[in-house]
């Protein structure tokens, strides 16, 4: 029995300052909010660059994970300049396919210069954006940042609202990094949201995190100039000095010369602090070394208050005790590594997966992996 066309593509409502200044308003299907989603976003990123569109399934034990991150389907092309909309129907095409087999899906707000999802693949953007997870408690930070800078896009998520700042100059991934970090800290938003290469809910599909509540357009704003560079960023909070940290242990896993097994072993020697400085540097910032907490490395597990206990020993290795986590978050250096990537544990990946995941490992921990011919 295929699903009535109501509920795949149901209407939402949206209000939009077109060019002119005019406001129209009203509901209108699914459908069309990902259309005006996809088309502000895209039309903004360079047509060698690509946009991600990172699609995944929600399974009732691992909760919601990616599959498109290292697939080249999930990186359309960007639209800047194009004077034809192909490209705006293709993409909107393929999130139809992913809707229509129950896929959620994120997108992302800066663009790439190589199709992959990680902070390399970023080549910067020209808008700034925030994730306010603030739900019935309200966001007084947020409020009076948006009235002082009002925003050219809010999509309400299903658990919060992202609201997007376009800007009059591009600026580069380390630039922005910095910026949107200030922008977290200055509008309380969630600083995982924030990173240059996070990837965002696409309005008009569902967010199956709470039954029947579909991610929307609040409102777009294609009429109000871009706001001066300078003069937004100059609105941010500092970032606070970075806390001196110890220095650096004895690594004796690092430099030696193994076979494929033996790396294995080894990595698995290494105690879960180095493993997370090693992979996850940006949570070790916040690293309490009385609690031994961290925030939950899970993708969708937005931990303000640090959930994840990182133990001293490799035996036990790191645990994430968040109520909300999505799977249950823990492990050892490789479901550290696949719940960072896939946002699944290590066991659930392709044997081909984990081999490149393994790779990635070994690389940050300095393990030199002897190159077999042997099969
Ligand atoms: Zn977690």
Excluded at 45 to 67: I, M, N, S, T
Excluded at 112 to 122: E, K, Q
Excluded at 150 to 158: F, M, N, R, W
Excluded at 171 to 186: G, I, K, N, S, Y
Aim: with cysteine; aromatic share 6%; glycine share 8%.
């Amino acid at each position: 029995m295929s699903t009535p066309r109501s509920t795949q593509d149901p209407p939402l409502p949206i209000a939009v300052r077109l060019p002119d200044g005019t406001v129209s308003q009203g509901e209108v299907p699914a459908s069309v909010h990902r259309r005006q989603h996809l088309g502000f976003l895209a039309s903004r990123v360079d047509p060698d660059d690509w946009v991600e569109l990172a699609a995944g399934p929600r399974d009732p034990e691992q909760g919601w994970y990616f599959v498109t991150r290292r697939k080249p389907e999930g990186f359309l092309p960007g639209g800047r300049g194009r004077t034809d909309q192909r490209w705006l129907q293709q993409a909107c095409q393929t999130a139809d396919g992913h809707v229509a087999r129950s896929m959620e899906m994120s997108v992302s707000y800066a663009s790439r210069h190589t199709p992959a999802g990680t902070r390399d693949a970023v080549r910067g953007a020209q808008l700034l954006w925030a994730d306010d997870d603030h739900r019935d408690d309200g966001n007084p930070a947020c409020d009076a940042f948006c009235e002082q800078f009002p925003p050219h896009l809010i999509v309400a998520s299903g658990g919060g609202r992202h609201l997007a700042w376009l800007l009059e100059r591009f600026v580069d991934c380390a630039a922005l990094a910095d910026l949107q970090e200030r922008m977290a800290l200055t509008v309380d938003g969630d600083p995982a949201a924030a990173r240059p290469e996070a990837v965002l809910r696409l309005a008009g599909t569902r967010n199956g995190k709470y039954p029947d509540r579909w991610a929307r357009i609040v409102a777009m704003d294609l009429h109000r100039p871009a706001h001066l560079t300078d003069q937004i960023t100059a609105a941010l909070r500092p970032k606070p000095a970075p806390k001196p940290r110890p220095t650096p242990k004895a690594r004796p896993w690092a430099g030696r010369d193994s076979s494929r097994d033996e790396a294995r072993d080894l990595a698995r020697t290494v105690d879960p602090e180095s493993y997370f400085d090693a992979l996850a540097p940006r949570l070790m910032d916040d690293f309490n070394p009385r609690t031994r907490k961290v925030c939950c490395p899970h993708p969708d597990h937005h931990d303000r208050t640090p959930s994840c206990h990182v133990f001293p020993d490799a035996d036990r290795g790191w645990r994430c005790f968040g109520g909300n986590c999505p799977i249950d978050a823990g492990g050892d250096v490789f479901d550290l590594a696949a719940v960072m990537q896939y946002g699944v544990k290590a066991n659930a990946l392709t044997a081909e997966q984990f081999t490149s995941l393994a790779d990635d490992v070994y690389r940050a921990l300095g393990i030199h992996v002897r190159e077999t011919t042997a099969s």
